[in-house]
């Protein structure tokens, strides 16, 4: 069970980090099971954190977008900085801080596998993106950001498009090579069909992909064959 005189030095090491408010940093890692469980009113959990950590890091990820890929149209920047900052990308975020072993939880919440919860543990990844917002300002915050979240925006940009992706990067590598993607099945009932595309480069078979439909087995078939070059 976790400490709470242990946890904030914890993770102040890990962000090599040192808060002059040291409340700010208990109360983001504190989960709202924890504060109902121990019925103790004047320790907030980190949902106020959170709420402001979301907003500096929408600022700070858009900023970056905009400074970054001036060829993007709005619709690509929002979608981008959507894939950037979603619940998954950002409870991966999390887990490099070790943050899910760091929380105050209750036991309840404890016993339900809170800790590798994504939804408990992004959202404290904000709630600590707010702490260290209030307690050094932005730069701090950002300085969280840029190495947690947008440490990889390249690998997100290439899957909000991977085919197209994957085909410029074939074609960089010289030479004319043909891709193609082949159906192989299309399986279950007419509301839940499943589709098995196979991806072949110059007639080897390179990846395969699966989807609802064969628009979205094609780009995932797209996505494992950049991830595998």
């Given at each position: 069970?976790?400490?709470?005189?242990n946890?904030?030095?914890?993770l102040?090491k890990?962000?090599?980090y040192t808060?002059?408010?040291?409340?700010l940093l208990?109360?983001?890692?504190?989960?709202?099971?924890?504060?109902?469980?121990q019925?103790?009113?004047?320790?907030?959990?980190?949902?106020?954190?959170?709420?402001?950590?979301?907003?500096?890091?929408e600022?700070?990820?858009s900023?970056?977008?905009f400074?970054?890929?001036?060829?993007?149209?709005?619709g690509?920047?929002?979608t981008?900085?959507?894939?950037?900052?979603?619940?998954?990308?950002?409870?991966q975020?999390a887990?490099?801080l070790?943050?899910?072993?760091?929380?105050?939880?209750?036991?309840?919440?404890e016993?339900?596998?809170?800790r590798?919860?994504p939804?408990?543990?992004?959202?404290?990844?904000?709630?600590?993106?707010?702490?260290?917002?209030l307690d050094?300002?932005?730069?701090?915050?950002?300085?969280?950001?840029?190495?947690?979240?947008l440490?990889?925006?390249?690998?997100?940009?290439?899957?909000q498009d991977?085919k197209?992706?994957l085909?410029?990067?074939?074609?960089?590598?010289?030479?004319?090579?043909?891709?193609?993607?082949?159906?192989i099945?299309?399986?279950?009932?007419?509301?839940d069909?499943e589709?098995l595309?196979?991806?072949?480069?110059d007639?080897e078979?390179i990846?395969?992909?699966k989807g609802?439909n064969r628009?979205?087995?094609?780009?995932?078939?797209?996505?494992?064959?950049?991830?595998?070059?």
């Open positions: 069970m976790n400490d709470l005189k946890s904030p030095g914890i102040e890990k962000l090599e808060f002059r408010n040291t409340s208990t109360e983001a890692l504190t989960h709202s099971s924890f504060t109902h469980e019925k103790i009113k004047k320790m907030p959990c980190n949902e106020r954190l959170e709420y402001l950590g979301d907003a500096v890091l600022l700070v990820s900023e970056y977008i400074s970054n890929y001036p060829e993007l149209p709005e690509k920047m929002s981008l900085r959507a894939s950037l900052v979603c619940e998954t990308a950002l409870a975020s887990g490099c070790g943050l899910g072993d760091l929380l105050f939880l209750g036991k309840g919440e016993l339900g596998g809170g590798q919860k939804s408990v543990t992004s959202d404290a990844f904000e709630a600590l993106i707010g702490a260290l917002y050094g300002g932005m730069d701090t915050a950002k300085a969280l950001i840029y190495k947690y979240v440490n990889d925006v390249p690998s997100h940009l290439a899957m991977p197209t992706a085909q410029e990067k074939v074609q960089s590598e010289g030479n004319t090579h043909h891709i193609e993607y082949r159906l099945s299309e399986t279950g009932p007419e509301h069909k589709f595309v196979e991806l072949y480069i007639n078979k990846s395969e992909g609802r628009k979205t087995a094609e780009k995932m078939a797209a996505a494992a064959a950049l991830e595998s070059r």
